[in-house]
């Protein structure tokens, strides 16, 4: 028949995608009444057909709902100081209700973090500002390292794979602590180019005169910049090490997840 393909055909994997992504949106555009959309039943059912795994459908789709979630870095601010946001994203064994209840005591009593607001299966959190909160970050009480302290909002979104799995996105925006970075080193530039200036009209030799404005403003934008970059790694840091925990089951354990990062940061401190 002229419309078979043949079976020895083979393609690589990104026209395979091309094909997958052509066949979904020809499909979507012939559901009556769907206007081009897709149900995720739908989805799986059409990616069943073209032999692909259920399990690794249902992830997708997962992945799908929570990147609505994700905060965009881009503009001036990131390329002057550098990003802003941190993500995480793993599939971990639990339901929804339960991963999010251990997320929350974590955050609140290892990263003093207190719930600004709670939607559905979605959870935000934000510094807590108190004296005891303030004191705790100070003195670092109870060894916490509370990377994520220069997050003005940290939130977590658990959407359920299957009966057993949960997609945990968790993100951090430390936007704040970026905007405060690039107030003081304009402060500090604008510092070296009044030095200039003044140093210009009480006639000090003009080469020496716009030395401090020619060294103050790139030393506070580099100092800047690794300030930045610090605070964004072990906010990174602290995410990937919770979902290690998650992924463990250790909330699930006796004393839950904070017995077991106590015990891990006791361990440490005993090899040192």
């Given at each position: 028949m002229p419309d078979e393909l043949a079976p020895s055909r083979k393609l690589d994997r990104a026209a395979l995608d091309?094909?997958?992504?052509?066949?979904?949106?020809?499909?979507?555009?012939?559901?009556?009444?769907?206007?081009?959309?897709?149900t995720e039943a739908e989805i799986v059912e059409l990616g069943k057909e073209a032999g692909m795994s259920?399990?690794?459908?249902?992830?997708?789709?997962?992945?799908?709902?929570?990147?609505?979630a994700a905060p965009d870095d881009t503009g001036f601010a990131a390329s002057f100081?550098?990003?802003?946001?941190?993500?995480?994203?793993?599939?971990?064994?639990?339901?929804?209700?339960?991963?999010?209840?251990?997320?929350?005591?974590?955050?609140?009593?290892?990263?003093?973090?207190?719930?600004?607001?709670?939607?559905?299966?979605?959870?935000?959190?934000?510094?807590?500002?108190?004296?005891?909160?303030?004191?705790?970050?100070?003195?670092?009480?109870?060894?916490?390292?509370?990377?994520?302290?220069?997050?003005?909002?940290?939130?977590?979104?658990?959407?359920?794979?299957?009966?057993?799995?949960?997609?945990v996105a968790l993100d951090a925006g430390m936007a704040s602590y970026r905007g405060s970075l690039s107030m003081t080193t304009g402060i500090v530039g604008g510092v070296g180019a009044g030095a200039t200036v003044v140093g210009a009209v009480i006639g000090v030799f003009l080469p020496v005169a716009v030395i401090p404005m020619v060294i103050a403003g790139p030393i506070a934008l580099m100092a800047s910049r690794r300030a930045q970059a610090?605070?964004?790694?072990?906010g990174q840091l602290a995410l990937e090490q919770l979902l290690d925990h998650l992924e463990r089951g250790d909330h699930r354990k006796p004393g839950g997840l904070l017995a077991a990062v106590s015990a891990a940061a006791n361990l440490l401190q005993g090899r040192r």
């Open positions: 091309r094909v997958l992504a052509r066949a979904a949106e020809l499909q979507s555009s012939s559901i009556e009444g769907g206007e081009g959309s897709l259920p399990d690794h459908l249902r992830q997708a789709i997962a992945e799908e709902r929570t990147r609505s100081i550098g990003r802003a946001t941190v993500r995480a994203t793993r599939v971990v064994p639990g339901t929804p209700t339960e991963l999010l209840a251990a997320i929350d005591t974590w955050m609140q009593q290892q990263e003093c973090l207190k719930i600004k607001r709670r939607v559905a299966e979605r959870i935000v959190w934000e510094p807590r500002n108190d004296l005891v909160g303030n004191l705790q970050r100070g003195l670092r009480l109870g060894g916490g390292e509370y990377a994520l302290s220069k997050a003005a909002e940290v939130s977590a979104t658990a959407t359920r794979v299957d009966a057993s799995r949960t997609l610090k605070a964004v790694d072990r």
